[in-house]
């Protein structure tokens, strides 16, 4: 019944409905007599071997998942007694891979959702970021023309500190030329008066 019940949920088979054997008074889903006629049908083998596994909701994996694996697990235990049951075997083993997608999926879960969250975070601090990088990108332009300036003022201090060294020079020069003896002559004066140029 679990696997006929599996089968009617992944497949979207209706049930009908039946006297519950236990309550008389009570009705109950017939999922063994629905699945086998669902079973019957010329479409259902083709339907379930290219099933879009992922057009199946989420509840359904989690119903038949956490209903049909206990069941799946002892069946599987039993596995030889099914050889003479072959088509029975692969029914179980289609609901078997279907429980084991459930579980895998199940632990996969948290790690897709933690990547999700990784990658919304990644993608907020990088448009966070963004203006902060316009900012930065136009203080180095602006540091780039300031070095150039800088090295523009520099190349003309130098220029400025040779002409003021060769200005010094000559105010030197000049001041000793002008600087008068005891006889009152200057260097240029006592040279022109004694002939020596």
């Not at 019957?40 to 989690?62: H, K, Q």
């Not at 332009?141 to 060294?165: C, G, M, N, P, W």
Request: hydrophobic share 40%; with cysteine; proline share 6%.
């Amino acid at each position: 019944i679990p696997v006929m019940h599996a089968v009617c949920r992944v497949m979207n088979a209706p049930a009908k409905d039946m006297r519950d054997p236990r309550d008389p008074y009570k009705r109950v889903p017939d999922w063994f007599s629905s699945g086998k006629q669902f079973m019957d049908r010329s479409e259902a083998v083709p339907s379930m071997i290219y099933l879009d596994r992922a057009s199946v909701s989420e509840d359904v994996y989690r119903e038949v998942g956490e209903e049909a694996a206990p069941m799946m697990e002892r069946l599987l235990e039993t596995a030889d007694d099914l050889d003479q049951f072959p088509f029975f075997k692969a029914i179980i083993q289609w609901v078997r891979a279907l429980v084991l997608q459930y579980s895998t999926d199940k632990e996969v879960l948290p790690m897709r959702e933690e990547a999700l969250r990784l990658r919304t975070s990644h993608t907020k601090e990088t448009n966070d970021f963004a203006p902060r990088r316009v900012l930065l990108e136009r203080f180095v332009r602006e540091t780039a023309e300031l070095a150039k300036d800088f090295l523009q003022v520099r190349k003309k201090r130098i220029v400025y500190s040779h002409r003021l060294d060769r200005l010094q020079r000559e105010f030197l020069v000049a001041r000793l030329l002008s600087r008068r003896s005891i006889t009152g002559h200057t260097p240029v004066s006592w040279a022109a008066a004694n002939g020596v140029e």
